[in-house]
């Protein structure tokens, strides 16, 4: 679950869902984002492997709107949903791709 993103270090904080165990994922120099012609979306955002062997991806094919505030101050997400979708909304803001959305 993602917990936090440092943008001046570009590090993403998470921990695991498996054994919750903390886990660091730097993303500097790994900002662009391919397009997968196959697939008509971008490619996952890959996090650290747990050393229990759990990885969790990113999911970049959420359009801006649904990380905003008001979609996140309108709609019935839970508080770990929401604080999940703040991070990826900041991490959005250091990725070169061209929004969906
Ligand atoms: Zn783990």
Redesign the pocket.
């Known amino acids: 679950m993602l917990k936090d993103i440092d943008k001046d270090k570009s590090i993403i904080y998470s ?7 903390d ?1 660091a994922t730097s993303y500097d120099g790994k900002t662009d984002i391919a397009y997968l012609e196959e697939f008509s979306e971008y490619e996952n955002f890959s996090l650290n492997h ?5 990885m969790e991806v990113i999911n970049l094919n959420l359009y801006y709107e649904e990380v905003d505030e008001l979609f996140l101050s309108v709609n019935n997400l839970s508080e770990d949903e929401k604080s999940q979708r703040r991070v990826i909304k900041r991490l959005f803001e250091d990725l070169n791709f061209e929004k969906i959305g």
């Open positions: 921990t695991c869902d498996n054994c919750n165990k886990i747990c050393d229990c062997g759990s």
